[in-house]
């Protein structure tokens, strides 16, 4: 999929566009499937069939011009599941050109990502057998939500769903009323959401890479609120105040700048935590900040202390490798950024409340 930014685009001139490329396409082997064009935005995406980056470039370039900024590659199933189609949609001809279809379908969509406490955790926690009941209950309340409020499932990973919805309206309100019906049993397997909001293409190598990893990240923000979403979500979805009164106490609503905040410290994480040099010095220096003020900032957004955060990004990436067969204490002490496998098993074991080598057992049942 490519990306064009083209600012003052309307649906007639992505049309036109399009029929040029169909018109050259044979020649550089590529196959132009579909695309989606937001006037408001001014942006452009097709989705091709390519045998590489360079053979798109020179299609567009050939055709009319307007190269693409950025291209990635893709596949068809997770775009449908994300944009809802991989074919033109139905749409109207311009009756002084009967070859020219022409139709607006923007690709910004609301992504919805929800969380839970680790299944393994929680069979520990509760017994397999009420651990299995919560978990059928909530699998059975996001499927029925989702339908309900027309989102569609991109991915369901363990214990935690990655949702698509074309409606900011309908994705915030799939997420209340996810809560609303698991009431009590939210608590219990400490249920977190996560709301954000973007284009397809977005400087990842993945389609709606950068607003996942955010949707993602926000579950995992201390507070007591369990609906957390981004400025971008906020701005686009005024709470009804006779809907739902108690449940919009629930939802946290992040400000641009914590947002951005919390996109750095992302971004630095994932670059640093499995490096067991790296320390609160290299999180300042990188911010171009003091302790004291990365201490405040860190806290006002995550709720935890820098210290904590980078340990708590750890431990959780140690939940998943031990959860992978054939993965051992000794390994996953290293890989996670850890300096010993003594000190790996004190934090473990402090945060989770069990062994590593217990947890491993636990995490291996078959449901």
């Known amino acids: 999929m490519d990306s064009h930014i083209v600012p003052g685009i309307e649906a007639k001139h992505a049309a036109e566009a399009h029929k040029k490329d169909l018109g050259v396409q044979n020649q550089f082997g590529c196959r132009n499937m579909t695309y989606w064009v937001d006037e408001n935005r001014g942006r452009v995406f097709c989705l091709i069939d390519a045998p590489n980056e360079e053979a798109v470039r020179e299609m567009h370039d050939h055709a009319h011009g307007i190269v693409p900024h950025e291209i990635i590659p893709v596949n068809a199933k997770v775009v449908e599941a994300f944009l809802g189609r991989i074919d033109d949609p139905e ?54 939500q989702i339908e309900k409020h027309e989102g569609s499932e991109v991915e369901i ?67 007591e609120n369990r609906i957390t979403m981004t400025s971008i979500v906020s701005e686009l979805n005024k709470p009804d105040r006779r809907k739902n009164v108690s449940l919009q106490s629930n ?35 990188k911010l171009s900040i003091s302790k004291s003020q990365l201490y405040r900032k860190c806290k006002a957004v995550t709720g935890k202390s820098p210290n904590i955060l980078l340990r708590e990004y750890r431990l959780l990436k140690s939940l998943e490798l031990l959860g992978k067969e054939g993965h051992n204490v000794s390994q996953t002490t290293y890989e996670t950024g850890f300096n010993s496998p003594s000190y790996f098993i004190k934090c473990f074991q402090k945060r989770f409340g069990l062994l590593p080598l217990s947890y491993v057992k636990i995490a291996n049942i078959k449901n």
Not at 118 to 144: C, D, I, M, P, W
């Open 91 to 144: 749409s109207y001809f311009d009756p002084n050109d009967p070859t020219l279809k022409i139709f607006n379908d923007p690709a910004f969509r609301v992504i919805l990502v929800i969380k839970t406490t680790n299944a393994g955790l929680l069979r520990h926690n509760l017994g397999h057998e009420k651990a299995k009941q919560l978990f059928s209950l909530y699998y059975k309340t996001v499927n029925e």
């Open 157 to 223: 990973k363990g214990d935690a769903f990655v949702i698509s919805f074309a409606s900011v309206s309908m994705g915030v309100e799939c997420a209340i009323a996810i809560r609303k019906a698991l009431h009590i049993a939210a608590e219990l397997i400490d249920l977190r959401m996560g709301l954000h909001a973007g284009l397809p293409v977005d400087q990842s190598d993945m389609l709606f890479g950068k607003t996942v990893k955010l949707a993602q990240y926000l579950c995992t923000i201390d507070s």
């Open 251 to 285: 939802i946290k609503r992040l400000n641009a700048s914590e947002e951005k905040s919390l996109e750095l410290f992302i971004d630095i994480l994932d670059t640093s935590w499995q490096n067991p040099e790296f320390g609160i010095q290299h999180f300042c220096k």
